[in-house]
C-alpha cells in the first residue's frame, strides 16, 4: 500500500463493463448506477505502482462476471474532493456500491484470489452468481442445501461428498460439506475439509462463508447466558466486554439480527475498542450468512454508513 503523493504510470483501458470517471460523473457513475447493479471503484492514481498490478486483475474478475458488476476508476488526483469524503488516506483503495450506499471494500493490493472472491460476493449481493458448472451438479447442490435446511446433515453431507467426488473443485459442495459438519456439531472434521480445499477455490465466497460459521460456531461453545449478559449491558451501557459478549450468545441462540444491533451500537459507541473487535465480529457475521439475506444486507449498509459518516 503506498501513501497518497508520489510516481508515474497509465492504467489499462476498459470496455462497457469499466469506464473512468471524474468528481462530476461521480453522483451519475456511481451511486446512481449503482441501483440497477453494484458497480466496484477502484481509487488510483498514475504513479502508484501497486495500482498498475492490482487494477488489470480487478478488471479481469469484472469482466468474467459477465455484467453482474461494473467498475468505475478514480484518479485520486483528479478527484480529490471525492477522496477526502471517502477518507481515501492511501492507495489501492477499493470500495463497492450497491443501491446508493457502500457495502464492501479493502485497501492494498492483495492476491487475484482475493481479487475474485471480493467480485463474487459483490455480485451475489447485486443478484448475480459465480457459475458452478454443469446443470446437473448445480441442481444436486440446490437439493443438498434444502436437505441442510430441514436439518437433515447427514444426508446432505453425503450428498456434497458425493458431487465432490464427480468435481473436487465444486466450491458450493466444499462449503456446504463444512457446513453439514458444523450442524451436526464436528467442528474438528469441519475444519479439516476446509483446510483440505484446492488452492484454486480456497478464497471462493462458499468457503469464506463457511469459515466464518465455523468461527462463529467455535465461539458459542463458550458464551454465557443471555439474560445474564443483558443485565450487565442494562446495568451498564458502557460496558463494552459485556456488550460484545452479549451479541455473541444472542447469535450462538440464533437471534442474529439483535446481535448485529448489539455490534453495531458497540461500534458507534467506540470503533477501536478491542482492536476494532466489533467490526470484526460483524464482518464474520456477514460473511457466514447469504449474501442476498436481508440481515447481512442491511447490516453491511448500517455499518458502511457509519464508517463514512
Not at 78 to 83: G, L, T, Y
Not at 115 to 125: E, L, M, N, S, Y
Not at 141 to 162: H, I, K, S
Not at 194 to 209: C, F, R, T, V, Y
Request: aromatic letters at 4%; one cysteine or more; hydrophobic letters at 45%.
Amino acid at each position: 500500500m503506498i501513501e497518497l503523493g508520489q510516481g508515474a504510470g497509465q492504467p489499462k483501458a476498459g470496455d462497457d463493463l469499466i469506464k473512468d470517471t471524474t468528481e462530476a460523473g461521480f453522483m451519475a457513475d456511481v451511486v446512481e448506477a449503482s441501483q440497477q447493479v453494484p458497480v466496484i471503484v477502484d481509487f488510483w492514481a498514475p504513479w502508484c505502482g501497486p495500482c498498475k498490478t492490482m487494477g488489470p486483475m480487478l478488471e479481469d474478475a469484472v469482466r468474467a462476471a459477465g455484467g453482474a458488476v461494473k467498475m468505475v476508476k478514480v484518479d485520486v488526483d483528479q478527484a480529490q474532493q471525492i477522496a477526502a469524503q471517502l477518507r481515501i488516506q492511501s492507495i489501492p483503495t477499493v470500495y463497492a456500491f450497491y443501491q446508493g450506499q457502500p457495502i464492501d471494500g479493502f485497501q492494498g493490493a492483495v492476491p487475484q484470489s482475493e481479487i475474485k472472491a471480493f467480485v463474487d460476493r459483490v455480485a451475489a449481493q447485486g443478484g448475480g452468481a459465480p457459475a458452478e458448472g454443469g446443470d446437473g451438479l448445480a441442481e444436486a447442490v440446490a437439493q443438498a442445501d434444502e436437505l441442510l435446511e430441514q436439518g437433515a446433515a447427514a444426508d446432505a453431507a453425503q450428498v456434497f461428498t458425493a458431487i465432490l467426488g464427480e468435481d473436487p473443485k465444486n466450491a458450493a459442495a466444499h462449503g456446504g460439506l463444512v457446513r453439514a459438519h458444523i450442524a451436526l456439531g464436528e467442528l474438528d472434521q469441519a475444519e479439516a475439509i476446509l483446510n483440505g480445499a484446492d488452492a484454486e477455490i480456497s478464497h471462493a465466497p462458499e468457503l469464506e462463508a463457511a469459515h466464518a460459521q465455523l468461527q462463529l460456531a467455535r465461539q458459542a461453545a463458550g458464551v454465557g447466558p443471555v439474560e445474564d449478559l443483558r443485565a450487565r449491558v442494562e446495568a451498564d451501557g458502557g460496558d463494552h466486554q459485556a456488550r460484545f459478549d452479549l451479541a455473541q450468545a444472542l447469535h450462538a441462540h440464533g437471534q442474529t439480527e439483535e446481535a448485529v444491533d448489539q455490534l453495531l451500537e458497540l461500534f458507534s459507541r467506540d470503533r477501536e475498542w478491542n482492536e476494532g473487535a466489533a467490526r470484526a465480529q460483524l464482518l464474520t457475521i456477514f460473511d457466514a450468512l447469504p449474501a442476498k439475506d436481508p440481515i447481512a444486507l442491511k447490516g453491511r449498509r448500517r455499518l458502511s454508513s457509519m464508517i463514512f459518516a
